[in-house]
């Protein structure tokens, strides 16, 4: 076989050892796989971090990762053991300084767990940095119902997630406020929020496909979420039915739970006779997240009936920026949890997000990179989420200004909000790289446009 630039090989799940960590050393492969067990354990805090991590990962680490709490992070700290066991695998606090030096170095602390020595002490924000980057909450036909495309639209059941994630794109209302975020709040009452959204459904019969997301669903007591997934079932208009969790992979054991895949059988089974597509869109972002409870939940998923099981991950810097990355990623979804890999996103405007953001370049270059090997049909799309646009591929840039970073797009399509608006259509619509990956000449020109920008 020839060299190729990317060398493909099976790679086996494992579930590294929760007994390394010190705080973690006497539970029980019955513990771990209790979902009750993993909410109650969840690491909000740096005491928690510490008890179960031990004295191996040093103070220099919690202080930075406190120092970030204080000064920069937009979501609080929420992190199931799940997903805590992830990072830095293959090592434990008897390897004394490489303990820490993993944990900086690893994919999902890197965005899981922030420490303030990850971001851009030149340009932390990009001056057009936004809460709510996407201006969701201003498309909302009813509270919590974002109506962006003319076929489809997004509701948000619930503002929590069993786990929190630094990059979080509504940091604006999902999770605990922060030193620096006060977070905005519902007001509706999630009964009525629902009853509404359904609602709206019924007299929108365009609409034919609904992100059920939040936050996450698998914060939704399962009935409440049964409940709604079986009132959508009885609009006639709707024809898919996705349900937005990060937890299969954050937290599995809520998915394989008996309750859990009981309901899931029995709405799969409605959606089926009716001909409509359930499916759950789940977010990895790194391939060691892909565990073995991981691919037990997508196929207890899979076995209850769901149409399909996909993922929509976000290029994150020093995390998954390569191709090797992506494609590793990827292939352990496919081959080994029977996960799709759907889109991966560039991360979103919000504030704080700077290191972690790749250029429109970078993107452009990943899926180029990346094509070929994959089935066609998994080959995920980088997609770039425009304000005031929706998705685009990365490669439907109309102009693109390389210097001060800045792409226009345009769109097909009118927003909820643009009924009345003639210029919808041939209007560009920016969007920004971030300002310190851009050539000096860039820099300067920010540097000037944030100077008029404060004044
Ligand atoms: S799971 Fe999704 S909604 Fe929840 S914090 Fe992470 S990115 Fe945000």
Known sequence: MEDQPYAYRRR????????????????????????????????????????????????AFLADAERDQREAATMSMLIPPQMLNT??????????AAFTEAWYADPVRRYMLPVFSDRRPDWPSHPYAQRDSLHEAEMWAVEGLTHRYPTKVLAELLPTCPQYCGHCTRMDLVGNSTAQVTKHKLTMTRDDRLAAMLDYLTVTPGVRDVVVSGGDVANLPWPRLEAFVAALLEVESVRDIR????????????????????????????ARSRGVSLAIHTHVNSAQSVTPLVARAAAAM???????????????????????ALLDLCFAL???????????????????????????????????????????????RMVCDVPYVGKRWVHQVARYDTVRGISYWTKNYRTGIEAGDDLALTREYPYYDPVHTLPEEGRAWWRDQEGALAG
């Open 12 to 59: 086996e799940l494992t579930e590294p050892d929760w007994r390394r960590l010190p705080g973690w050393a006497a539970v029980t492969p019955a513990q771990w796989e209790s979902a009750q067990w993993q909410r109650a354990h969840c690491v909000k805090n740096l005491r928690q971090l510490r008890e179960v991590a031990g004295p191996g990962l040093s103070d």
């Open 87 to 96: 990072i830095a695998p293959s090592t434990g606090p008897g390897d004394g």
């Open 243 to 270: 349900l937005a969790s990060k937890a299969l992979m954050g937290l599995p054991q809520h998915w394989l739970a008996d309750e859990v895949r009981a309901g899931m059988e029995r709405v799969a089974g409605i």
């Open 302 to 324: 899979l076995a209850a009936g769901v149409r399909d099981v996909r993922n929509q991950g976000v290029l994150l810097r020093g995390v998954n920026d390569s191709p090797a």
């Open 334 to 380: 496919l081959d080994e949890a029977r996960i799709m890999p759907y889109y991966f996103y560039l991360c979103d405007m919000i504030p704080g997000s700077e290191h972690w953001r790749l250029t429109l370049a970078e993107a452009q270059a990943l899926q180029s990179a990346i094509m070929g090997y994959l089935p066609g049909f998994a080959t995920p």
